[in-house]
């Protein structure tokens, strides 16, 4: 009798000219997305800061404060977002980057080296296509490769999609 638990699995991605492409797409996608967001903060507040200056200044003050807080902080992360399309840019055809995790299930029964089962589990694909599953030993280091993660759409909180960074993950 097994049990079936959950385990981390690392998506890697050879890099090619449709990834790069597909990468700075997302990029610019998002790029774009922030700049509609900045233009919507000043469409939507003027008219209320406006109004709002004629009966209270001060209040008025501090709305202006906290839209220009929040226009500054998209502008950041827009700059963040373009300083990864230039490392995008910079990522060598053929190495292997890092995409995100993935969750899959694998079911355990007694007698079962519990580290070896958890450990290590790639899946390496080019252009979409899945070409080698690996399986790491306990011991087996991780190389250091790039990271890089599909980009979602940027949140209104500031959540950002796009990681690339150097190091081991």
């Not at 004629?54 to 963040?80: D, G, L, M, P, T």
């Amino acid at each position: 009798m097994g049990v079936v638990i959950k385990r981390n699995v690392i998506l890697r991605s050879i890099v090619t000219e449709r990834l790069k492409e597909q990468l700075k797409e997302e990029l610019q996608r998002s790029i774009d997305e922030i700049d509609q967001r900045i233009q919507q903060i000043d469409f939507r507040t003027q008219p209320y800061i406006t109004e709002l200056q004629r009966s209270n200044i001060q209040q008025a003050i501090a709305v202006r404060q906290q839209v220009n807080q929040e226009k500054e902080r998209q502008r950041s992360i827009r700059e963040a977002l373009l300083e990864r399309m230039k490392q995008v840019e910079e990522l060598e055809l053929g190495e292997e980057v890092i995409r995100g995790t993935l969750e899959s299930q694998v079911e355990i029964k007694e007698g079962d080296n519990l580290a070896e089962v958890l450990s290590g589990q790639e899946i390496v694909t080019k252009d979409d296509v899945v070409v080698e599953i690996r399986q790491r030993s306990i011991g087996e280091k991780e190389e250091t490769a790039p990271i890089v993660t599909s980009v979602s759409p940027v949140t209104q909180e500031g959540g950002e999609g796009v990681v690339i960074s150097g190091g081991s993950s």
